[in-house]
């Protein structure tokens, strides 16, 4: 299915930055009444422990799975998801998230990479982290709390997208997961075992995919 007018390319502030915060609740609204919501992809499941393919087609396949995600990130109550948490071996993240401020931002990012920031702008931020990957487990990583992703819109133009706080924390764990990185990785053993605990203790409330 083609993308519609409400899918048209961000517009970018005087720094070059695309701007995601205009008109999110109908942008999102739109890609998702559109779309499917698929079940969750869940760790164990190894199309999330390997790098994805870089997109190199920006067709109507691409804009259907886009409308999918942001279908299912809804269903599951997420403010990002990854290709790879629906099964899909692309990179690709779609995010409808706020930033500390209570400001949101929507958008999609193909072929993320996330900027290696210069020292003085590493401060780090330990927070509770989780990820529908690994339903009801939560755990404290720290993360800088400034973001800067580079990579493609839908449309396969330049797209640069930066974050603060909750949304920096977004930004880089939703370019973790297409490199095959879970949040859970990042932790320490005692910390990770304690997560995969809490993980076979709770009940997602979302579909999600058998591991064989």
């Known amino acids: 299915m083609a993308q519609q007018e409400t899918d048209q390319q961000l517009s970018v502030d005087d720094d070059g930055f695309a701007v995601d915060t205009e008109n999110c609740e109908q942008r999102e609204a739109a890609y998702r009444e559109r779309g499917t919501a698929r079940p969750i992809t869940v760790v164990g499941n190894p199309v999330l422990h390997k790098e994805c393919k870089d997109v190199t ?28 948490q629906i099964g899909v071996d692309l990179k690709v993240f779609v995010y409808d998230c706020p930033d500390d401020d209570g400001v949101r931002h929507t958008g999609v990012v193909i ?23 690994v339903p009801t487990a939560y755990a404290s990583l720290a993360r800088p709390d400034y973001a800067v992703v580079h990579g493609r819109d839908a449309k396969g133009n330049p797209i640069k997208v930066r974050g603060t706080g909750y949304f920096a924390r977004c930004l880089q764990h939703e370019t973790d997961h297409l490199y095959g990185y879970l949040y859970i990785d990042r932790l320490s053993k005692r910390d990770r075992k304690d997560a995969l605990r809490q993980m076979e203790d709770g009940t997602p409330r979302y579909e999600t995919v058998p591991n064989a």
């Open 111 to 133: 072929n993320p990479v996330l900027e290696d920031l210069p020292a003085d702008q590493r401060v780090l931020d330990d927070s509770n982290e989780g990820c529908l990957s």
């Open 57 to 84: 087609e920006f067709d109507d396949k691409l804009a259907t799975l886009i409308d999918d995600m942001f279908a299912s990130q809804r269903a599951a109550e997420g403010v990002g998801l990854a290709a790879n």
